[in-house]
């Protein structure tokens, strides 16, 4: 990383993207990956320069993220942004929404924030009329936007697993419902939902989010069966854990010992959950829907 100064960047620059923006690119694109090697960054440095009609999969495609102010939300709406899309950054923290959407744009695409709550069917009806009213037609929905309430089942509140379904399970459907509203006239669209591996092997402390995430998955295969017809695709990630601020409050013993049940051996980065949603959005994947991609190091197979 040292490597490459900021100079020396600046004099291939062919695209007016900011430093940071590139820096950005460096850390999540692995130019340092975990075997230390630079092969997969070179390739990205050559495509990013060169910018070439062709080499980007989601060119002039419309994404709504929700919440993707940060976290894997944020990396996904980066990645996207990358492949040529345009993207709107829904998330109920309106603040970083808009810093992200202000990072993104800096990528030559257009991009903007929406202050959205997907558990209210209100918050959802308006947001995709903005977003209609800003880019026109919803190619890609992704669900991303969850959270966690974690204890024990005996000691869990009613309330913590009406927050969790609400926000994880019922805002997907409501965000789901609105967007095929609007891709069934276009007779083609893309939805992707952001599942997890405790879905399939459920997880002590999460009786609440393992249901939301198994909920998911039925979820998207009733709405590949119900909408392929009007070319519509729905399919799920499903990551294990990943470096996030979600992950990031475990104490270091829970960590060490998660890593032991990873055949691989490492945690996984939002970039590798990004990976799996960009193909899942690209033409590559057209063929593909009712299907799970798991991102998860072989902790589940
Ligand atoms: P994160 O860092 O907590 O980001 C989630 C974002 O969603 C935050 O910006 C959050 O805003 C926003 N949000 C929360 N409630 C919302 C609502 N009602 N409406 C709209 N936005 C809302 O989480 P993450 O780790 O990136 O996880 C993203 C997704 O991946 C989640 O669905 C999660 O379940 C799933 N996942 C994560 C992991 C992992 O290891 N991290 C593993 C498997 C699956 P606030 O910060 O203001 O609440």
Not at 82 to 87: K, S, T
Request: aromatic share 8%.
């Amino acid at each position: 990383m040292k490597a490459f100064s900021k100079a020396w960047i600046n004099k291939f620059l062919i695209t007016p993207v900011s430093f940071n923006t590139l820096s950005d690119a460096f850390t999540s694109h692995r130019m340092i990956n975990k075997n230390g090697k630079y092969s997969d960054f070179l390739l990205y440095l050559l495509q990013y320069f060169l910018n070439v009609e062709g080499t980007v999969r989601l060119k002039d495609r419309n994404g709504f993220i929700t919440g993707a102010a940060q976290g894997i939300g944020r990396s996904i709406a980066m990645g996207m942004a990358r492949e040529g899309a345009n993207v709107a950054i829904a998330d109920i923290n309106i603040e970083s929404a808009e810093e992200t959407a202000r990072e993104i744009k800096k990528l030559g695409v257009n991009s903007f924030a929406i202050k959205l709550d997907v558990s209210s069917q209100e918050d959802i009806a308006k947001a995709f009329s903005t977003f209609t009213e800003k880019l026109g037609p919803v190619d890609i929905l992704v669900n991303n936007a969850g959270i966690t309430r974690d204890t024990l089942l005996m000691r869990m509140k009613e309330e913590d697993w009406d927050a969790v379904i609400n926000i994880n399970l019922k805002g997907t459907f409501l965000c789901s419902k609105e967007a095929i509203k609007l891709m069934a006239k276009q007779r083609q669209g893309k939805i992707i939902s952001i599942s997890s591996v405790v879905a399939f092997m459920g997880n002590p402390g999460q009786a609440n989010y393992s249901a939301s995430k198994a909920g998911l998955i039925g979820l998207t295969k009733t709405i590949a069966k119900e909408y392929a017809g009007r070319g519509i695709r729905a399919n799920a990630v499903a990551p294990g854990f990943i470096q996030t601020a979600m992950t990031e409050a475990l104490s270091d013993k829970v960590k060490d010992e998660m890593k032991k049940a990873i055949p691989l051996g490492t945690f996984g980065t939002a970039e590798d959950v990004t990976n799996a949603v960009i193909f899942l959005s690209s033409a590559e994947a057209d063929y593909i829907t009712g299907q799970v991609i798991h991102v998860n190091g072989g902790m589940y197979m």
